[in-house]
C-alpha cells in the first residue's frame, strides 16, 4: 500500500480481555517497530523486527504482550487479559532497512480499556 | 543504554521568529540522528536526518546541526508559522538486544502564535 497502515484505529475493551492489534507495512520495508504513547506522553518503545531474524522484545512492558510478524510483512500486536494502564495509542512504524532510515507511521489505534 | 533528552516540553514564540529545538543524549553518539514532527492524533512524520560527519542539514526554513562533542542536535526553523505548531521528536539508534532500535526523545510542543 501506500503507507503503513493500522486497524483499527480505536479499540474500547474490558478490562481481563484479550486485543489484538494488526501493521499492515509498507510493502518491501524490512524493518517494523511499534511504538506506545500514553496520553501527553512520548513514544516508548515497545518491540522492532528485522527482516525473517527474531525480534527484539525487551521494550514489552510484561508477558502479557506479544507481538509477531508474518512472512516479514503484516505484523500483530496482543495484549492478554488488558488492564487500564495499558490504554494508549498503539503506533507502527516501517522503514526500508531500519534505523539509519526514516521510519513512517502509521496512524495508530487508540485502545481504552473500560 | 542510550538516554534522550529535548530541552523544554513546550516553547512558544511569535511568527516569523526562529524556534531553536535541543535535543541531547548521554551515551555513544549514534551513527544518525533524526527530527520527526507529530501532530496531535496522528503519527510521527519524518523531517530530516543527519549523519555524524554532517554538521549540518538544511531543507527549506528548517536547519539541524549535530555536534557528536556536545552530544547534541539543534533543530531549528526560520520564519516560523503558525502552521509549524506541532510538537517535535528527536529519535537515534540505539543498540537493544537482537540489534539497533530507532528510540525517540519525549518531545517538544512548539506553539507559534501569530
Known amino acids: 500500500g501506500a503507507g503503513v497502515s493500522q486497524s483499527p484505529s480505536n479499540k474500547v475493551t474490558e478490562k481481563g480481555k484479550d486485543v489484538e492489534l494488526r501493521c499492515d507495512p509498507i510493502?518491501?520495508?524490512?524493518?517494523l517497530y511499534w511504538y506506545r504513547q500514553s496520553l501527553g506522553q512520548g513514544l516508548e518503545f515497545l518491540i522492532y523486527?528485522?527482516?525473517?531474524?527474531?525480534?527484539?522484545k525487551s521494550g514489552l512492558p510484561s508477558d502479557r504482550f506479544s507481538a509477531e510478524r508474518t512472512g516479514g510483512s503484516v505484523s500483530t500486536l496482543t495484549i492478554q487479559r488488558t488492564q487500564q494502564e495499558d490504554s494508549a495509542v498503539y503506533l507502527c512504524?516501517?522503514?526500508?532497512?531500519?534505523?539509519?532510515?526514516?521510519?513512517?507511521f502509521g496512524q495508530g489505534t487508540r485502545l481504552t480499556v473500560v | 543504554s542510550q538516554k534522550i533528552e529535548q530541552n523544554s516540553e513546550a516553547l512558544n514564540i511569535q511568527e516569523g521568529k526562529t524556534a531553536t529545538l535541543t535535543c541531547n543524549y548521554t551515551n555513544y553518539s549514534p551513527a544518525y540522528l533524526q527530527w520527526y514532527r507529530q501532530d496531535p492524533g496522528r503519527g510521527p512524520v519524518f523531517l530530516l536526518l543527519?549523519?555524524?560527519?554532517?554538521k549540518e542539514k538544511r531543507k527549506e526554513r528548517l536547519k539541524v546541526t549535530f555536534d557528536t562533542t556536545l552530544k547534541q542536535s539543534l533543530f531549528h526553523i526560520t520564519a516560523s508559522q503558525p502552521a509549524d505548531s506541532a510538537t517535535y521528536l528527536c529519535?537515534?539508534?540505539?543498540?537493544?538486544?537482537?540489534?539497533?532500535?530507532?528510540?525517540f526523545g519525549k518531545g517538544t510542543t512548539l506553539s507559534v502564535s501569530s
Open positions: 529519535a537515534l539508534a540505539t543498540f537493544i538486544q537482537a540489534g539497533t532500535a530507532l528510540i
Open positions: 510493502s518491501g520495508h524490512t524493518a
Open positions: 512504524a516501517s522503514s526500508s532497512r531500519g534505523w539509519d532510515t526514516e521510519a513512517f
Open positions: 543527519i549523519r555524524e560527519n554532517e
Open positions: 523486527f528485522q527482516g525473517n531474524s527474531a525480534p527484539d
